[in-house]
């Protein structure tokens, strides 16, 4: 179950660049798993990465291409290729090979993507048996096609898409990802696929992209286990009418923010619909020295799984709560200047229970489904937010039968 699923919203289509998909029988034969994506000449791509040592071979391939001019993405699920050694790399080079053979590209060009089960091989066969078919069905306007296609135990299709107006012309974004479990971004199992038709620079497309995982993707967490297979790529076509963004221009700085908006947008949908999730929790983390401070006390609070289970049993048991912030690693800190809420209602402070506190009134506040935790350290400005959910049944069920 997904915590208030958003709608699947308008996707608007992007000049430049075309979706196709289709059913390859990786794991299951109900809906498509293998995507491809393909832009026209002229473009630019930009991508963040997984930060686990074990990548998988996707990732070291996708690594390699980056500075070769990108033009078409593959992505499969049901398998995420990873553990794989020297097989996972041959694999997934046939997987680019066959995809420059069908569309007369080059083999580094392709950017391949896998996401699913670690440690087997990828059935490269059926792969390349639906190649074809996906590359027949490209079209601008599959979008909700391919949302479907990523999923593995995602509940629902994730994607965003808005139009921003400079100087009378217009630039659309539309991305989708994937992801519900094992997820701790650190990029940089969760993808990103984002298409604008902007006219930028490489280097700028990717300051644009770092800036906005950092603050989007970098700033979940569902289960604190960052996936082998993170990626969030960015491809821009160019065929927009508004003139080339640059930094000095006006236009980088609202390019830039509606970048952030779509990253936060789909990162928020991963969140909702984390494994097994009943509440979707924000945790802000104010008056802090740092934002390194911040971040390491809003995360240690979303990884207890302590807190994780009392937030699924509905129980103000914030013991849990502060017993995190200590062990959080903050030198010097000062418990008796900490103020802790739910939402608008004050748990802790000076080091201990709030004398205005009520069970009543932090059991009102667990009963809901969307609950925001504010955590005020005392120590200076700087805030942070980390979005999370709680640990379920479910969760332990769906991870448990993972492979069954």
Same mark, same amino acid.
């Given at each position: ?157 994730? #994607? &965003?898409? $808005?139009? +921003?107006? =400079?100087?009378? !012309? ?10 519900? %479990? ?93 494994? #097994? &999730?009943? $509440?979707? +929790?924000? =945790?802000?983390? !104010? ?10 006390? %809003? ?98 069920? +769906? ?6």
């Amino acid at each position: 179950m997904a915590v208030n699923q958003p709608l699947f919203p308008k996707m608007n289509p992007v000049t430049g660049i075309s979706l196709g998909t289709t059913n390859a029988g990786i794991k299951q034969t109900e809906r498509d798993d293998l995507l491809v994506m393909q832009m026209v000449k002229g473009g630019s791509c930009a991508a963040v990465f997984t930060q686990n040592a074990f990548c998988a071979a996707p990732i070291h391939i996708a690594k390699s291409h980056l500075d070769k001019n990108p033009r078409w993405l593959v992505i499969n699920s049901g398998n995420a290729n990873a553990g794989t050694g020297q097989q996972g790399m041959d694999d997934g080079l046939k997987t680019c090979t066959e995809i420059a053979r069908l569309v007369g590209g080059s083999c580094s060009q392709v950017l391949p993507f896998s996401t699913g089960v670690i440690g087997e091989n990828l059935p490269i066969k059926k792969i390349i048996t639906a190649l074809p078919k996906a590359i027949e069905s490209l079209t601008e306007t599959h979008w909700q096609e391919a949302a479907n296609a990523i999923m593995t135990t995602d509940t629902f299709a994730k #994607g &965003a898409s $808005k139009v +921003i107006e =400079i100087k009378g !012309e217009k630039i659309t974004i539309t991305g989708i990802s994937k992801g519900a %479990g094992m997820i701790q971004p650190n990029m940089a199992t969760m993808l990103g696929f984002i298409a604008t038709d902007a006219k930028i620079s490489q280097p700028l497309l990717q300051n644009c992209l770092s800036h906005a995982a950092e603050h989007s993707f970098n700033r979940i967490t569902i289960d604190g286990d960052t996936s082998t297979n993170d990626a969030c790529v960015v491809m821009a076509s160019g065929c927009s009418k508004v003139a080339e963004i640059t930094v000095e221009s006006e236009s980088y700085s609202i390019f830039s923010k509606a970048i952030e908006d779509i990253c936060k947008t789909l990162a928020e949908a991963i969140v909702r619909d984390g494994e #097994g &999730a009943t $509440k979707f +929790i924000r =945790i802000h983390v !104010e008056q802090a020295l740092n934002q390194n401070e911040a971040m390491i006390v %809003g995360k240690t609070i979303a990884h207890s799984p302590l807190v994780k289970t009392a937030f699924f049993a509905s129980d103000p048991n914030w013991g849990r709560i502060l017993a995190a912030i200590g062990r959080a690693e903050i030198k010097n800190l000062n418990v008796e200047k900490i103020e802790i809420y739910l939402d608008n209602i004050c748990i802790v402070e000076n080091g201990c229970r709030a004398e205005s506190y009520t069970e009543l009134a932090g059991q009102a506040v667990m009963n809901k489904e969307e609950i925001t935790m504010i955590v005020k350290l005392g120590r200076g400005k700087v805030k942070e937010e980390i979005l999370t959910c709680d640990f379920s049944y479910d969760y332990v069920k +769906i991870n448990a039968e993972y492979r069954t």
